[in-house]
């Protein structure tokens, strides 16, 4: 029997359009895009397509904060 934890490594890192647009309500990337920047969710639009991390959709879904990260901030390496 597969474990949960098991289940889960061997989805994809991302979306797929199915569950964007299950996610988002909407079909059209735009709107799927503008959903997405409403709610807070991290994503990428790609010319026309939506890339969203299933990480970020899962943190959104439990409530939990999404920290949009710029890369590494030197200043405050002492």
């Known amino acids: 029997m597969i474990k949960a934890a098991q289940a889960a490594e061997m989805l994809p890192e991302f979306l797929s359009a199915v569950e964007l647009h299950a996610l988002t309500g909407y079909a059209r990337p735009g709107q799927q895009a503008q959903w997405l920047k409403e709610n807070g ?38």
């Open 41 to 78: 969710i991290p994503h990428k639009v790609d010319g026309r397509r939506v890339i969203v991390s299933r990480v970020h959709s899962r943190q959104w879904l439990e409530g939990r904060a999404v920290v949009i990260s710029e890369g590494i901030n030197f200043g405050a390496v002492k």
